[in-house]
Each structure stands twice: as structure tokens, then as C-alpha cells.
């Protein structure tokens, strides 16, 4: 069956690292990839999305590249920042009217 | 920015107790889901809520499960007699349409404990 597949927390960087989140997925065909994002007592928000292969999601400065020959979508962000902490989810859709399959998170802290 | 809204924040209950987690969708979205997260481990998907009734559900969503609108506003999932390993993060989740491009405006989540 479909799934996802992201490398294990909590990662913990200084303000200003590079950033990078490790994401692979298991599907027939070609999913649509998104990264969730959960701040501290918020619900789940949509960061970024790819819907075919070599699109790239980017928003607030992290971006995501669809690889097809790798069945990956890594998470990426040059500089972060202390609000960048939050727990960050990996997911896909395999169709239409298929529900969302999520990774298991990645818990991000930033520290001054 | 509309938001989700889950109510409780935190629900303790006892094993076999009856439970009901509510959920306040966006008002003019028309799709529906409950989705847990166990501690550690993925967040799965329950079900999906549709036209007032549902549309899909995973092996998790048994018959101890239902999903109910009563209201036109709220959305709420019961839990008819708790077990232990229903104890989850429980998020409630919204949408205008069930297409790929469209994005699913979740709740904050309700921390479910079963003692």
C-alpha cells in the first residue's frame, strides 16, 4: 500500500542552519506530496505541496523537490529560525478522493 | 485565517467509558475527516464524512466508531467504549473539496487518554 517514510526526531539546530528533512514515499503511480507543518498548540497547516514529478513546493523559505528516481521529497531550508520549531509531517495522495497518508513527524527545535 | 476548532483540548476517561470528540469545521467546507496520531507512530487516517454520511473509512474506524453532524456545524466522532490502545492525539480535519490540489485545514487535536 501507499506510505511514507521520514527520518526520525527530534532534530535540534542553532538559529541559522541548514536544514534538511529526509522524506520517502511508497506509491503506485504519482502521488501528490505535501509537508504539514504543527506549531505548539496549533492544528496541522499545509506548508508546501508538489503534484508532479520535478515540481518543487517552497514557502516561508523551506522548499521540497518531487524525485520520481528516488520516490523522495525532502524538506529543505537554508537559514532557520526559532519559530521554525514545530513537529513537520510528510504526506501524500494517491488520488482524488483518497485520504491523506502521513508520516510519523519530525520534531524540529531551534535554539537561539 | 478560518480555523478548525477541537474541543476538548484534553480528554481523560476511563477504559469502556463512552467518549465524543467535537470538532467545529470550516463553515462553508463540505468534506470531513477524523484522522490519530498514537504516540510515536504515524498519523493514521479514520474516516471521511461527506453529504452526511460517510464516504470512506479505514479498518481502525470499527463499529466501536461513529461520526455524526448534528447540527450542521458540528462534527463529532464517538467512541462507544473506550480501550486502552484508543488512547491518541485524535485531529479533526476539513476541506471545500476532496480533490489533490485542495488542502485540508486541520484542528489543534484532541489528547485522548484511556485509563
Known amino acids: 500500500g501507499n506510505s511514507v517514510t521520514q527520518m526520525e526526531g527530534p532534530v535540534t539546530l542553532s538559529e541559522e542552519a541548514f536544514l534538511t528533512i529526509n522524506c520517502t514515499y511508497t506509491?503506485?503511480?504519482?502521488?501528490?506530496l505535501f509537508w504539514y507543518v504543527q506549531y505548539p498548540g496549533e492544528g496541522l497547516q499545509l506548508l508546501l505541496k508538489?503534484?508532479?514529478?520535478?515540481d518543487k513546493g517552497s514557502n516561508k523559505g523551506f522548499e521540497a523537490t518531487y524525485r520520481k528516481e528516488t520516490t523522495s521529497f525532502h524538506l529543505e531550508k537554508g537559514s532557520v529560525q526559532v519559530s521554525d520549531s514545530a513537529v513537520y509531517f510528510c504526506a501524500l495522495i494517491h488520488s482524488g478522493n483518497t485520504p491523506l497518508v502521513f508520516g510519523k513527524g519530525t520534531r524540529l527545535s531551534v535554539i537561539a | 485565517e478560518p480555523e478548525v476548532t477541537q474541543t476538548p483540548s484534553h480528554q481523560v476517561t476511563q477504559m469502556g467509558q463512552e467518549v465524543i470528540l467535537r470538532c467545529v469545521p470550516i463553515s462553508n467546507h463540505l468534506y470531513f475527516y477524523w484522522y490519530r496520531q498514537i504516540l510515536g507512530q504515524k498519523v493514521e487516517f479514520l474516516v471521511s464524512?461527506?453529504?452526511?454520511?460517510?464516504?470512506?473509512k479505514s479498518e481502525i474506524f470499527d463499529d466501536q466508531f461513529s461520526v455524526e453532524r448534528p447540527d450542521g456545524s458540528n462534527f463529532t466522532l464517538k467512541i462507544r467504549s473506550t480501550k486502552l490502545e484508543d488512547s491518541a492525539m485524535y485531529f479533526c480535519?476539513?476541506?471545500?473539496?476532496?480533490?489533490?490540489?485542495?488542502?485540508?485545514?486541520f484542528g489543534s487535536g484532541t489528547q485522548l487518554s484511556v485509563l
Open positions: 506509491a503506485t503511480g504519482y502521488p501528490s
Open positions: 480535519a476539513s476541506s471545500y473539496a476532496a480533490s489533490t490540489n485542495e488542502k485540508l485545514f
Open positions: 464524512f461527506y453529504n452526511n454520511e460517510i464516504s470512506e
Open positions: 508538489a503534484t508532479k514529478a520535478d
